[in-house]
């Protein structure tokens, strides 16, 4: 693993009943840095999070983290306990709750949860909840029900209640799909401020979104690496607008959607 590397995957490559997902994919997340993993659909790009948080077993290949922690075989929980937090698409939270109680579990969740839920906050517990609550813009609706608030406001919360659990790595899927422009760009804003102190990796079909945010971009066709650089680099290449456009050139790119 390179020094500055926090994530390698090495020649991964999944099958399923012969069909070849993922074929010898490889990938390196540098500490603090903002990622996102683009291709068409079917191009293998949840599925290398799935290798990458313990869901999927590759059939070749190796996954370190952190220091060349092999977890390629590792279960999914044990790979959460060392610092890789996964978010899926649907916001996973608890609606008849409050916000701030949605918090405090995730806070304690390796203490038991609802043990503890009520069993009163230290000083430090509640700075770090107001903490978060003013990272995901949720201070003002910390006492609402986590069922009534807005799509994107669901997701901003299940995002805080990852961030409260210290993960390193935090690996989000499709994290803008159903937003409304202003939330998009709301996520955006709080995903950079994220990576001062975490990398991601962001699966994303928004190419807006991605040109507006991506510091690095790699994209995936037919469970293979076809390009790796800044967006600008990716819009330039001639593979990359030929697998998502036909033979139309860079500037369609940054307004198709994969």
Not at 44 to 66: A, E, Q, Y
């Amino acid at each position: 693993m390179k020094e500055s590397s926090i994530l390698q995957c090495e020649d991964v490559t999944v099958e399923f009943d012969g069909f070849k997902a993922i074929q010898g994919m490889s990938l390196a997340l540098s500490k603090g840095e903002l990622r996102f993993l683009i291709g068409p659909n079917g191009a293998g790009k949840t599925t290398m999070l799935d290798v990458i948080c313990g869901k999927v077993r590759p059939s070749k290949g190796r996954v370190t983290f952190n220091k060349n922690v092999d977890i390629t075989r590792k279960k999914e929980h044990q790979i959460a306990e060392l610092g890789i937090g996964r978010k899926f698409q649907a916001p996973s939270i608890f609606p008849s709750m409050t916000v701030s109680e949605n918090l405090e579990i995730a806070m304690r969740q390796r203490r038991g949860v609802f043990s503890v839920l009520f069993a009163g906050m230290k000083a430090e517990e509640r700075e770090r909840i107001g903490h978060q609550l003013t990272m995901i813009g949720l201070q003002d609706k910390a006492d609402w029900r986590a069922g009534g608030l807005s799509h994107g406001e669901k997701q901003w919360l299940e995002i805080g209640m990852m961030l409260l659990q210290e993960p390193e790595v935090l690996l989000l899927d499709e994290p803008v799909a159903g937003m409304t422009d202003k939330e998009t760009d709301k996520t955006g804003e709080l995903l950079v401020e994220i990576a001062r102190q975490r990398s991601i990796v962001v699966v994303e079909h928004d190419m807006e979104f991605v040109r507006n945010f991506a510091s690095k971009v790699t994209v995936m066709h037919e469970g293979k690496l076809l390009k790796e650089g800044s967006m600008e680099e990716v819009q330039r290449d001639d593979r990359v607008a030929e697998v998502y456009l036909g033979k139309r050139r860079d500037a369609d790119v940054s307004r198709s959607t994969a």
